[in-house]
């Protein structure tokens, strides 16, 4: 794994509660200093707060990359990608539905994609390549699209308390459109999964832990656990070290899918790890270890099974591998056209879970 930044955290926090936002930049990137733009003003420490993180997308997730047009993503004949908006007490969120050409009326798999910070659905869409394989395997694809307004670079709030519960926040929001979705189309109510990058990432292990009652599984690709942080600071201490120890509970968590880069240098491969720990990993289950190289990337897969053979939890180490979508298409922001594909691994993997 790479060697883990040493970063002043408390005096990074002090800087910016002061307001010298250009300092605690400084502090951030391990860079010197430069001259302070002290704000006194009152209330502006909480302002000096949220213009850090409005400085710093990386640290909610994804670098930024250079602005491009959404990918145009083909649809077959048949088949349809469409959007809608879902609204509740929580907030209002737009979102984008593809269903196969296979559809019928006849209840379907429903995988909820949660894209990273700068995407937007037809970005993931394009990146992941999931409504291709939605297509081949007939299931219903719903990608739920975070709004500059809700976070300026469209990263879920994974880091926020309040958006980690049940009831409110992010997670009711983005509940709320899974069901519009089981409203709308047939659904299998038992086959309904979950899976995200980064920050996206982050938002589908928060979602395991929120609603084990509609997701039957879930897929996290360099992201981080639930709880790994309530603010910015722990946010930046989780993405470069992990977030706090795992409690185990016995495994109470939908099975899940982790893939991680073990040369990510934006979330730690440390938080892969984490993931697994909170979903339940060293219960007693038979655990099997398999190397194996595909598309010029070496990978370790942990797989821990049942009594039946059913997988309960899967974890990718991909050595070498950066903060991208594995196996994906370039076509996509934030996709690595080498290595496993992740998203037919998340599409096996979830297909053999019935909650």
């Known amino acids: 794994m790479n060697a883990i930044p040493k970063i002043d955290m408390q005096e990074a926090t002090r800087l910016t509660r002061e307001g010298r936002l250009e300092e605690a930049m400084a502090v951030l990137r391990g860079a010197p200093m430069p001259k302070a733009a002290v704000i006194n003003q009152p209330g502006d420490k909480a302002k000096a707060f949220a213009s850090l993180l409005q400085r710093m997308p990386k640290l909610t997730a994804l670098k930024r990359g250079p602005a491009t047009p959404a990918p145009s993503v083909p649809v077959p004949d048949g088949a349809r990608f469409e959007e809608r ?59 739920p699209a975070q709004t500059q307004a809700a976070n300026v670079s469209k990263c879920w709030n994974w880091f926020n308390a309040r958006d980690q519960q049940r009831d409110g926040g992010e997670p009711a929001i983005i509940a709320g459109i899974t069901r519009d ?89 440390i938080n892969g790890e984490q993931v697994i720990a909170q979903a339940g990993a060293g219960s007693a289950h038979a655990t099997h270890v398999i190397h194996g190289e595909e598309a010029g990337v070496s990978y370790t897969q942990t797989v821990e099974r049942d009594e039946t053979g059913r997988p309960l939890r899967e974890h990718w180490v991909l050595h070498g591998a950066g903060h991208a979508w594995s196996g994906g298409s370039t076509l996509g922001s934030y996709a690595d056209a080498t290595g496993p594909d992740a998203s037919r691994e998340m599409v096996r993997f979830f297909l053999l879970q019935r909650r």
């Open 85 to 143: 908006t879902h609204a509740n007490a929580a907030g209002t969120r737009p979102y984008k539905v593809y269903t196969p050409s296979g559809y019928a009326g006849q209840a379907l798999p429903l995988v909820v994609m949660l894209h990273g910070c700068t995407q937007s659905p037809d970005d993931f869409a394009a990146g992941t390549r999931m409504n291709e394989l939605a297509e081949a395997h007939t299931f219903i694809v719903v990608y």
């Open 181 to 269: 979705v089981m409203r709308e189309f047939a659904v299998d109510d038992g086959r309904v999964y979950v899976a995200g990058l980064s920050a996206g990432g982050a938002a589908a292990a928060i979602m395991g832990a929120t609603h084990p009652d509609l997701y039957a599984a879930i897929g996290v690709h360099s992201g981080l656990m639930c709880g790994a942080a309530n603010d910015l600071p722990s946010a930046l201490s989780a993405m470069r070290q992990g977030g706090p120890a795992v409690q185990k509970d016995g495994g109470s968590m939908v099975p899940t899918i982790v893939f991680h880069g073990d040369r990510d240098s934006t979330v730690h491969a």
